[in-house]
């Protein structure tokens, strides 16, 4: 994350950039996945726009840092009042947008100050956030440096109208579109497919040593006609080697993978990032993994496969609108431990309806 951010300012002084220039900032990955289809279409309708992607965490740029749509992509520089004043001096924007939960003081005031309009897209906000505890306050005075908000949902549009701001559209989240995509045109995975061999598998979706705490007994249970995909969030080799340590059963690292045997190993453990949206589909269910420590990861990449999806029981959980949505419906289910993903995977197992 430091010596990502070095040399910040002569990467910008070199950029050449045409046309209007909109910038987006990103938290990591999963914000850049809301933002992404945004992007897209403003290079579909204005293609003499120049896109300007910043990221904070390294989980972020250092997958996208080649983001094809984006002329320019780049850590944000820690927030301060020189070094905001700075880089927005260099890049001179026409217009700022931050993604979901993105607030940084100096950066906001100093897009207000100098007039650029800026958004918040696919916000979501909850009472007892510190924007609403005071009237005054620094956390509220970031909200006036928005033109405007484009919420996930109701209760955040009521939030913003009750204190003040009514400069708010309920406009869902943008990765609804991402993943509805990706759903339409997924990627195959032969290796995936060879593994499956017309067995029931659930794919673990960036799962963390909390998750397969209540996770490996299963995976080395005897009796569980089950096979598992497993892709965890961290893929450092020392990672790879702590997860492989916890399984009792066949398994193989999708980079080494033997083609003759791999149909008879049980797990299959993902030792690459990129391909975890398309391996939902190779899934009779999914457990997702985050909810146990920071934060559920996503699981809407599951879900627009038609996929039933486990997660952690977790104090976060209520952050995510698409989580609650899913459990109240029945097509999620919150788990504490290894007995209740039993109990889940056997009764969506026995009834056929059900799964479905």
């Not at 909109?22 to 579909?44: D, T």
């Not at 995509?181 to 040593?209: H, R, Y």
Request: hydrophobic content about 40%; aromatic content about 12%; proline content about 4%.
């Amino acid at each position: 994350m430091v010596k990502g951010r070095k040399g910040w300012r002569n990467k910008l002084k070199g950029q050449v950039f045409t046309g209007k220039k909109i910038w987006f900032h990103c938290a990591s990955l999963g914000e850049f996945e809301q933002g992404r289809p945004l992007i897209e279409v403003i290079k579909k309708k204005y293609p003499n726009y120049s896109i300007i992607l910043t990221f904070f965490s390294p989980s972020g740029y250092e997958i996208k840092k080649g983001f094809e749509l984006a002329d320019c992509v780049c850590y944000l520089p820690f927030d301060g009042k020189n070094a905001s004043r700075e880089f927005i001096s260099l890049l001179q924007p026409d217009m700022a947008i931050f993604i979901k939960y993105e607030f940084w003081y100096y950066y906001l005031s100093e897009l207000k100050k100098r007039e650029i309009p800026t958004f918040s897209i696919s916000a979501i906000f909850r009472p007892e956030q510190q924007f609403f505890k005071k009237k005054e306050n620094f956390f509220r005075e970031m909200l006036t440096c928005f033109n405007h908000f484009f919420v996930q949902n109701e209760l955040s549009k009521e939030l913003l109208i009750n204190h003040g701001f009514n400069n708010v559209t309920v406009s869902g989240d943008t990765r609804f579109d991402r993943v509805r995509e990706i759903c339409s045109n997924p990627q195959k995975i032969e290796l995936a497919n060879d593994f499956k061999n017309n067995e029931k598998v659930m794919v673990i979706g960036s799962s963390w040593p909390e998750d397969m705490e209540i996770l490996l007994p299963l995976i080395n249970a005897v009796d569980l006609n089950l096979k598992f995909i497993i892709a965890p969030h961290e893929i450092e080799d020392s990672k790879i080697a702590r997860l492989c340590s916890g399984i009792r059963v066949d398994f193989q690292l999708f980079s080494k993978a033997n083609l003759k045997t791999l149909p008879q190993s049980k797990v299959l453990i993902i030792d690459n990032i990129g391909m975890l949206s398309s391996l939902y589909q190779y899934g009779e269910i999914a457990y997702i993994g985050g909810a146990f420590g920071e934060g559920l990861h996503n699981i809407l990449e599951a879900a627009t496969f038609g996929k039933p999806i486990i997660f952690g029981k977790g104090k976060e959980n209520i952050k995510y609108q698409e989580a609650t949505d899913l459990v109240r419906r029945g097509g999620a289910f919150e788990v504490t431990d290894s007995d209740e993903i039993r109990s889940v995977i056997s009764t969506l197992f026995s009834n056929d309806t059900k799964l479905e």
